[in-house]
């Protein structure tokens, strides 16, 4: 660490003001170490700046940064702007001691371990993508067949009580069974009679 | 017009209400002092000999008279002419011979006996005849029914029905009788769609197989004793406890808006009839089907009833196969 600490930084970045970057250069002066850490950021700059453009055919159409960005979920066209949520804190690195014993890292059944990249990783990758797969073609087919097949298909029915109160006097047998007004021989009471003590 | 009254309980409300009534009466030892070990714990042979016998008498007997029905406070009354081989003939209307349940035989007096206990009561007459009265006890002591049957040909000239409280709800009979196949003939005949052919148990099982809602049973001991399809589908299913018929009229679809003119809403999905004074309708639709009950009996039997058989919805497979089904006749190019 320089003895400008990130003023250094700043002095290499040209974000110095006159009196800040003067009182710099005369520490570089007095200073080897800082001159020579100034070297490295200098050079190190250099060769980020040297790296080439990438080339016209290499860079990404405008076309396909316009599809990209219309991946992403598009922003609502009024209302008010929400504010940026506040950082969550980082929460601390975990400094307790880890458990060694898969340090080799292998599995219980001695195989080797899934690191990510490797093979096993891929194979348990496309497991679970299938399995999921499944899982959602079942649970899919399974709603909508449910869905399909709540109503039935069933006429609309209009009971035909006159025939089934004749039905019901001849199954009962206690009960004159035949219309009043067209048969002289039935008499029903219009008004109910009165009733006994 | 007249609401359907929710009266005293006749069927299945009425088991606790009954019950109750004779624990008290075994505790009390009853109204009139009767002491529960005096009553008889069987049927009465010959009060089970006369029902048979009326029941023969029914088919055997040539009678012309008029008959009446009132049920509370309403009653009807109609010409009747029995021809042995024939037929009863209500005014014009022919009831054949041996499928009423009036009077019991058969299954249905197989319910009486199951469900009540008969007893001889008291000789006695009735339209100036000499007839045996026979009574139908429920569990509590309490009389459930009486029948006045004709000493000399054993005919059944009246029936009574009592609710739970001992009142009578139904009461049905001879006004007029005369023995004898003299005098005119009535022109009766069976109206047109009645009475098609019977359901037998093989053809119930399978359209209970399809879904149907077709009950061996109802609550309140009702036993099913008659079962027909009609020509439009309908499956007619005729139940008794022995002394009050009750029919089930079963038809697959939804209940058309607008066929209710007269009834109205007692509960979820079920409606009662306003409009008919002799008989309680209920009516109740569900999985696709539409039940009809009607019944003599007191409208809370028919409430009860209609309310027990509401089909509850499919299980989930059947509705999945059906959902299936449908999905692929949607997708088969060729359907």
């Known amino acids: ?197 | 017009m007249r609401r359907a009254r929710l009266r005293a309980p006749y069927g299945r409300g009425c088991a606790l209400l009954a019950g109750g009534l004779a624990a008290a009466v075994a505790l009390t030892g009853g109204p009139f002092g009767e002491r529960p070990e005096s009553r008889a714990p069987a049927d009465d042979a010959g009060a089970v000999r006369l029902l048979r016998a009326a029941a023969d008498a029914a088919r055997r007997v040539p009678y012309r008279g008029r008959r009446y029905l009132t049920v509370g406070t309403a009653r009807a009354m109609s010409n009747v002419v029995h021809t042995p081989g024939t037929g009863t003939a209500y005014g014009s209307v022919l009831s054949p011979d041996g499928v009423a349940a009036d009077p019991p035989s058969g299954p249905v007096l197989a319910a009486l006996l199951r469900n009540y206990t008969v007893r001889c009561g008291t000789g006695t007459r009735l339209l100036g005849r000499a007839a045996h009265l026979v009574e139908a006890h429920r569990e509590s002591g309490r009389v459930a029914g009486r029948f006045w049957l004709d000493a000399a040909t054993g005919l059944l000239l009246r029936r009574d029905l009592f609710d739970v409280h001992g009142r009578r709800v139904v009461e049905s009979g001879f006004s007029r009788l005369t023995i004898g196949s003299q005098g005119p003939q009535l022109a009766a005949r069976l109206p047109t769609g009645v009475w098609p052919d019977r359901l037998g148990p093989a053809a119930r099982a399978a359209l209970r197989d399809r879904g149907w809602p077709l009950p061996e049973t109802l609550p309140g001991r009702f036993w099913l004793f008659d079962a027909r399809r009609a020509a439009d589908g309908a499956v007619h299913l005729g139940f008794s406890d022995g002394l009050a018929a009750l029919s089930v009229f079963v038809q697959p679809g939804r209940l058309a808006p607008g066929s209710l003119s007269g009834w109205h809403r007692f509960g979820q999905r079920l409606f009662v009839r306003d409009d008919d004074l002799l008989h309680h309708w209920a009516i109740t639709s569900g999985a696709g089907y539409v039940l009809t009950v009607v019944t003599e009996a007191p409208a809370s039997t028919a409430v009860s009833v209609a309310a027990g058989l509401r089909p509850r919805g499919d299980a989930v497979g059947t509705r999945l196969n059906r959902g299936a089904r449908r999905l692929g006749s949607w997708l088969d190019p060729l359907d």
């Open chain 1, 1 to 197: 660490m320089s003895c400008l600490g990130e003023r250094l930084t700043a002095l290499v970045d040209g974000e110095l003001d006159a009196e800040e970057r003067e009182r710099a250069h005369a520490h570089l002066a007095r200073c080897a170490d800082c001159r020579a850490e100034a070297e490295v950021l200098r050079g190190l700059k250099n060769r980020l700046r040297g790296l080439a453009a990438p080339d016209a055919g290499d860079a990404p159409s405008g076309d396909f940064l316009a599809r990209l960005n219309g991946l992403a979920e598009p922003a609502p066209a009024c209302g008010p702007v929400r504010a940026p949520r506040p950082a969550r804190p980082v929460r601390p690195r975990d400094t307790r001691p880890r458990d060694n014993r898969r340090s080799d890292n292998r599995r219980g059944d001695g195989r080797p371990g899934g690191r990510p990249g490797t093979p096993a990783d891929r194979r348990n990758t496309r497991r679970t993508v299938v399995a999921v797969g499944a899982a959602t073609l079942f649970l899919g087919l399974g709603g909508g067949a449910y869905i399909a097949g709540g109503r039935q298909n069933a006429p609309q029915v209009s009971p035909a009580f006159d025939r089934f109160a004749v039905e019901h006097s001849l199954l009962s047998g206690e009960s004159p069974v035949s219309d009043p007004l067209t048969d002289p021989s039935t008499l029903q009471t219009a008004v109910p009679l009165p009733t006994r003590p």
